[in-house]
C-alpha cells in the first residue's frame, strides 16, 4: 500500500513507521522497505491508525492530538511526509 501511496517515488529524507507490537517499515529516496534504521522522523501507531489514515478515513493531524499517533523526530518531515501520502 505505501509503495502505491508513493507511485513509484522516493521520498526525500528518511521516515520510519513503527507498528505496535508488529514491526517497522521505512520510507527514503530508493523506496519503502522493511527495516529498523536510524531516520529523520519516526511515527508509531497501531496497525489500524496506520491502515485508517493510509486510506483517508483518519487525518494524521488529528490522530496525533489525539496521542492515537506518536512522532518523534523532525515534525517539517513528518508534515512533509503526510502532503506526499494524502
Known amino acids: 500500500m505505501m ?6 517515488r522516493g521520498f526525500d529524507g528518511v521516515a520510519k513507521f513503527v507498528i505496535k507490537g508488529e514491526g517497522s517499515f ?19 501507531a497501531t496497525a489500524a491508525t496506520f491502515q485508517a489514515m493510509f486510506e483517508g478515513d483518519m487525518n494524521p493531524t488529528s490522530a496525533f492530538m489525539t496521542g492515537k499517533l506518536e512522532v518523534d523526530g523532525d ?7 503526510s502532503s506526499v501520502l494524502g
Not at 75 to 81: E, I, N, S, V
Open 75 to 81: 515534525m517539517g518531515m513528518a508534515m512533509k511526509l
Open 3 to 8: 509503495a502505491t501511496k508513493l507511485g513509484g
Open 26 to 44: 521505512v520510507i527514503d529516496a530508493d523506496g519503502v522497505r522493511v527495516a529498523d534504521d536510524a531516520a529523520d522522523v519516526t511515527l508509531t
